[in-house]
């Protein structure tokens, strides 16, 4: 069964500082791997995917994310956090087989300060 | 585009009674998902409809829980009798392509559940 751990259920960063929140996933399989962030009242939006093409993937709002296979990570980064980033953020899971069934975290708050 | 719409944002129901919970999908996406996030934990899946047809409920917790999804557009999940253990909040997410691994889903803001 496939499984992800999220270290961390609160990060938290200074403004300008870097964000790096921690996922690691356990899959029999080559999965496909995501980052969803929900803002306060908001649904989760989908942040970036790797779908085995780079494993460096770039997201939206300046995230980016390196799937390791070798270390079963796929750690999410930001250069430089900023106020707007403060929200929890999500790292999912699904096989590459049959249809869509994503296998979600815990979950991390990431809380900046100025 | 109108983005996934679900009702109610909140409800406070006793122990025992019946709530019933909608989803409105993105117009034109045939997969629609729901899932619950207890206080504290991860986000389960629940079940995935393709148009109108159950493809996979085997997230579905017991025979309290019953997804609809009358002529493929909105869902609505119920659940009766509820319990304690079923509050948490329930996310509906729809997609557009084949349901397939790659998809993006896009997710609703949820539904707050108490149960008293």
């Known amino acids: 069964a496939q499984s992800v751990t999220q270290l961390g259920s609160h990060v938290s960063v200074s403004e300008g500082a870097l964000v790096l929140l921690r996922c690691n996933y356990s899959?029999?399989?080559?999965?496909?791997l995501f980052w969803y962030v929900q803002y306060p009242n908001q649904g989760l939006q989908l942040l970036l995917k790797?779908?085995?093409?780079?494993?460096l993937v770039k997201g939206i709002n300046g995230f980016e994310a390196e799937f390791k296979k070798s270390e079963t990570s796929f750690h999410l980064t930001k250069p430089s956090a900023h106020m707007s980033d403060a929200a929890e953020y999500f790292c999912?899971?699904?096989?590459?087989?049959?249809?869509?069934?994503?296998?979600f975290g815990t979950g991390t708050r990431l809380l900046v300060s100025p | 585009e109108a983005g996934v719409t679900q009702f109610p944002s909140h409800s406070v129901i006793e122990k025992g009674q019946t709530v019933t919970l909608r989803c409105d999908p993105i117009?034109?996406?045939?997969?629609l998902y729901w899932y619950r996030r207890v206080m504290g934990k991860e986000i389960k899946f629940l079940l995935h409809?393709?148009?109108?047809?159950?493809?996979?409920e085997s997230g579905m917790p017991n025979n309290r829980f019953l997804a609809e999804r009358t002529g493929g557009t909105y869902s609505t999940l119920k659940v009766q009798p509820a319990e304690l253990e079923d509050s948490g909040v329930y996310f509906c997410?729809?997609?557009?392509?084949?349901?397939?691994?790659?998809?993006?889903?896009?997710f609703g803001p949820g539904t707050r559940l108490t149960v008293l």
């Open positions: 999912a899971v699904s096989d590459k087989v049959g249809f869509q069934k994503l296998v």
């Open positions: 409809f393709v148009k109108e047809s159950k493809q996979d």
């Open positions: 899959s029999s399989v080559p999965p496909y």
């Open positions: 790797y779908t085995s093409a780079a494993t």
């Open positions: 117009s034109g996406h045939d997969n």
């Open positions: 997410a729809s997609s557009q392509d084949g349901g397939i691994s790659t998809d993006t889903q896009y």
